[in-house]
């Protein structure tokens, strides 16, 4: 996922003699938790092939592994968030504290941390009674205490603490970081005293804490997972009488619905795919058929991306498989990195579509909207933003000098097809998997990551034992990132609704002029912005169980809605200055992001047009349901 940064800019030194244990005792705390989170995703993989096989094959249910499975993700999202916070790698927009003086970046890192501490602190207690609470509770199928599994909230939020107190103490300006938590601590007080004043303010409420306290924390560089909990926990414990307690329990609901699952395991595909060289193979095929047209790279980099993001549904991943295996050949010809880079993270916004996307996934979760005709329905509008996508590619390389390039022979073409069949399959395999019933949406994952792996060990005999470890430990930590946030803005959403504004905002939708179709226009607005300032997955757990019933009452088929919402929340997510996923694009390519703003506008243009032509023709969307 995009817009991970690390939050020990302001720690650049470890301080020399008694902070030198709270390094050691940091790392060994991450080494700790890093090893039962990668086992975590291993087992999931093993519980969920393994139901497959018993229903499918053997035609004897597995009753206790949907159950064991979901046990086991609440561990994983926790162990990996915990993982994530050691490395700094939740999720934070620094496109404004990047641009501050190195000072004044090492004190707002410090409060991002001082923030994320006392968010952590005030839900640790509540966390601890949740758990208590679950233990009155026995699962149907294993017959034990549901605590075994709620207890992950309180483990991942009291060794997170830890961990931001050892961060903290390895600050080597003592001033900076009292500073901070002075700050944070003097914030959080008067909020809390002000009470009084902020209860009969009503929905002026919400403004002040899902505006305001949001938008300051997120701008000044906190995760957005912890910006979010403290604007839910301080709006309810300020201005409601509703028992902490409900907090961690929404938390609870939004990390560990089942079908996220497919979160840690769409991750740990897309690494997979990337090291046993299937991404490659199908990309030198790619390369192979247009290498010799003008821009033909830059057709195969469209091509690839679409490929690939059916394969493993995040972003990162796909861009991280293709990237490294095109750009040297590109940049060889004379292409210019900025261009390179410009394209990627415009094919980022293209592909969102695309099963088995995440932010497919997570609509479906929170929205109730078939995932099986999500996934039919995004296949074509990726095509068509594909083909915007193209026509700038043919007009800025229709004067390019090919001539030293080689055109592929039938017999190489051939041999290139030959070796990328195996890997150009498992799109196809997932999908029918889906379709045909052999596995849910949840499940497929597992057969994918099966499939990867035979091949990496049987026909491209490419398979590297020693990076499995670190490929596990990766992505509990990208899946905790995603899923923390995904808890926080539950309990966001859920603050939200019980406040009355999902009514008032649906009251005012509905009464737009023009119905449905103006009802489709601010969405694309608004969805472009929240996609740049929020990302999708949090934006679409925020704001998707409100707008879609409204969608529904407008007449306009969910279906057709979600796709217009994701591509539009791609296009935010993938355009600068604010749109994470051009960093993170930025970042793969090794360029600079300042080479690439001047280039990324006409591909942002492209995009605009085909989102309005997918958001004026719904059959795009809905044809093939």
């Keep these: 996922m995009a817009g991970a940064h690390t939050l020990d800019a302001g720690a650049a030194a470890v301080a020399p003699g008694s902070r030198n244990w709270a390094s050691r005792l940091e790392a060994g705390i991450r080494t700790a938790v890093e ?26 249910p597995l009753v206790w592994s949907d159950e064991l499975a979901s046990i086991l993700f609440l561990w994983l999202a926790m162990l990996g968030a915990v993982v994530a916070f050691g490395r700094g790698e939740h999720m934070r927009m620094t496109a404004l504290v990047g641009k501050v003086g190195p000072r004044a970046r090492a004190f707002l890192d410090a409060v991002a941390l001082a923030a994320a501490l006392a968010f952590l602190l005030m839900i640790v207690y509540p966390a601890f009674d949740y758990a208590y609470e679950e233990s009155y509770i026995t699962t149907p199928a294993l017959e034990i205490q549901n605590s075994w599994r709620a207890a992950a909230l309180c483990v991942g939020a009291s060794l997170m603490i830890v961990l931001a107190l050892l961060r903290l103490l390895r600050v080597a300006d003592v001033g900076t970081t009292v500073g901070a938590l002075v700050g944070v601590a003097v914030v959080s007080a008067l909020i809390w005293y002000a009470s009084p004043v902020l209860k009969p303010l009503g929905n002026i409420n919400l403004l002040i804490f899902f505006v305001g306290i949001v938008a300051v924390t997120v701008l000044s560089g906190v995760p957005i ?31 560990s619905h089942l079908i996220l699952l497919s979160v840690p395991l769409f991750v740990f595909l897309g690494l997979l ?40 549904g995040a972003k990162a991943a796909d861009m991280a498989a293709v990237a490294p295996v095109l750009f040297p050949e590109m940049k060889a010809r004379g292409a210019k990195p900025g261009d390179l880079v ?141 899923l923390f946030i995904i808890g926080a803005a539950t309990a966001m959403a859920w603050s939200l609704t019980q406040s009355g504004f999902s009514r ?122």
Excluded at 281 to 292: E, I, K, R
Excluded at 506 to 527: D, Q
């Design 35 to 60: 090893i039962p989170a990668a086992i975590l995703v291993a087992a999931e993989v093993v519980v969920l092939f393994a139901g497959i096989v018993a229903r499918y094959v053997l035609h004897k």
């Design 504 to 625: 008032d905002l649906a009251a005012m939708m509905s009464k737009l002029p023009g119905g449905g179709a103006s009802f489709i226009a601010v969405s694309i607005v608004a969805f472009i912005i929240l996609g740049s300032v929020l990302e999708g997955i949090p934006a679409i757990v925020l704001f998707g169980p409100l707008l879609f019933p409204i969608a529904r009452q407008l007449g306009v088929h969910e279906v057709h809605y979600a796709m217009v919402v994701i591509l539009s929340m791609g296009i935010g997510l993938f355009a600068p200055p604010f749109g994470v996923g051009y960093y993170a694009a930025c970042a793969i390519g090794r360029v600079s992001p300042d080479e690439g703003m001047r280039p990324i506008w006409g591909y942002l243009i492209a995009l605009i047009i085909g989102l309005i032509v997918v958001a004026a023709v719904p059959w795009i969307s809905i044809g093939f349901l």
């Design 225 to 255: 997972a912890f910006a979010f909990g403290l604007a839910s926990f301080g709006y309810l414990a300020t201005t409601t009488s509703v028992p902490m307690l409900v907090v961690i329990g929404r938390m609870d609901e939004g990390m």
């Design 342 to 482: 410009a394209l990627l993270s415009a094919t980022g916004a293209q592909t969102e579509t695309i099963p088995p996307s995440l932010v497919l996934i997570t609509i479906g979760s929170v929205t109730g909207v078939s995932i099986a005709a999500l996934f039919t329905g995004g296949m074509l509008p990726g095509v068509i933003l594909a083909a915007t996508l193209c026509a700038v590619v043919w007009r800025r390389y229709r004067n390019e000098d090919l001539s030293h390039v080689r055109r592929a022979s039938r017999g190489e073409i051939g041999r290139a097809f030959v070796i990328a069949v195996p890997a150009l399959a498992l799109p196809f395999i997932i999908r029918a998997a889906v379709v045909e019933g052999v596995a849910t949406a949840t499940e497929v994952s597992t057969i994918g990551i099966v499939y990867s792996m035979v091949a990496g060990l049987v026909i491209y005999r490419q398979f590297n034992w020693s990076r499995l470890g670190p490929m596990l430990v990766e992505t509990a930590a990208l899946s905790g990132a995603i």
């Design 273 to 312: 795919i990337e090291m046993t060289g299937m991404a490659r193979a199908m990309v030198q095929f790619l390369a192979s058929l247009l290498g010799h047209v003008r821009g033909g790279l830059s057709y195969v980099l469209v091509g690839a991306m679409y490929l690939v993001s059916g394969i493993s």
